[in-house]
């Protein structure tokens, strides 16, 4: 049954511009039982709102695959973990260029280089730096790339050569993170969402539900994004890659996971939502209902070092609800 505050502030935020739902109401949301469905048929007409009946697609391809020296917790691409995962420099141009264009022709409308690793060298800056030129040149995709922590200078020579987005997830709050990882500070990733603002790029942000973390620490990340003022929030459910510190983990229920992105809705109501890796494993059957949820994205095709759906399967799921892939 819907109360008042719900009804209250679903209300303000469709109707009045520059509306924010305050933190104590998103926690008390957050908190109650049994409210999940009315807060995705709320978070259903916010997402109208602002972002109509128009999905946007992303696809990745994993550029630079383990050794990385960090130890997050769920990682299979950490070398604090033995995941048994296929490793391998940085791929080559040709092979980053061709991967783009058939994403392209399978439905995706954004495209990211994603590479493991603290950070890239400069030399890697200049070869992920010359395939965007390149896909830029022979796709109509947005150009995205995820290289971890980066420098101004790096920042600018992205955005020079095509890059128009990068990504660079906090993962969890800001109180839980030391449960995740160790090997670097969360102002860190702070500050390369700051570098990557200011050399003009847009910003992607967001995290791992599933973690361990509270329903108060979900509703902090959820605000910290808010406060970075990100363009896009992508949110991942934990997918317990056997040989991690993870991988004994519960998955989330179905209608938490949905509770989780009509949540990050409310708080960020104008923003992009996309809904990305691990869905396939808490969602099940529940996967349409992201976009009644709030979302306004997916990510198709395969993830880092795990398989996705069909892509064909995402494209018609969306084309079923009656929106539109922009």
């Not at 439905?107 to 603290?118: C, E, F, W």
Request: hydrophobic share 35%.
């Amino acid at each position: 049954m819907f109360d008042k505050i719900l009804i209250g502030v679903t209300e303000n935020i469709i109707k009045y511009p520059g509306y924010a739902i305050s933190y104590e109401d998103a926690f008390r949301l957050a908190v109650a039982r049994d409210n999940a469905v009315d807060l995705i048929m709320c978070a259903n007409k916010i997402r109208n709102r602002f972002k109509k009946n128009d999905m946007f697609t992303c696809s990745i391809i994993n550029a630079k695959s383990g050794r990385c020296s960090e130890d997050c917790a769920f990682c299979a691409q950490s070398a604090y973990h033995k995941t048994g995962i296929e490793t391998y420099p940085l791929l080559d141009t040709e092979k980053m260029v061709n991967n783009s264009i058939l994403m392209e022709k399978t439905g995706a409308t954004k495209y990211s280089m994603v590479t493991s690793g603290h950070s890239l060298s400069e030399k890697e800056i200049d070869s992920i730096g010359h395939a965007a030129e390149q896909i830029n040149k022979k796709t109509d995709l947005s150009v995205c790339a995820s290289l971890g922590q980066l420098t101004e200078p790096m920042a600018i020579k992205l955005k020079e050569k095509g890059v128009t987005t990068y990504h660079h997830n906090l993962e969890t709050a800001r109180s839980y993170f030391d449960q995740v990882c160790i090997t670097h500070e969360y102002d860190e990733d702070i500050q390369t969402i700051e570098i990557t603002k200011s050399a003009g790029l847009k910003v992607c942000s967001g995290g791992i539900l599933g973690l361990g973390e509270s329903w108060e620490q979900r509703v902090e990340l959820a605000f910290t994004l808010k406060g970075l003022d990100v363009d896009s929030i992508p949110i991942n459910f934990l997918n317990p890659i056997p040989g991690t510190r993870m991988e004994n983990r519960s998955l989330l229920p179905p209608m938490e996971g949905l509770k989780c992105i009509a949540l990050f809705r409310f708080i960020n109501p104008d923003k992009d939502i996309t809904i990305c890796g691990g869905r396939e494993k808490t969602l099940g059957d529940f996967q349409s209902w992201i976009f009644m949820a709030g979302a306004n994205g997916v990510m198709i095709g395969n993830y880092l070092t795990t398989k996705g759906r069909s892509a064909t399967m995402d494209i018609n799921m969306i084309k079923q609800m009656g929106l539109n892939i922009y």
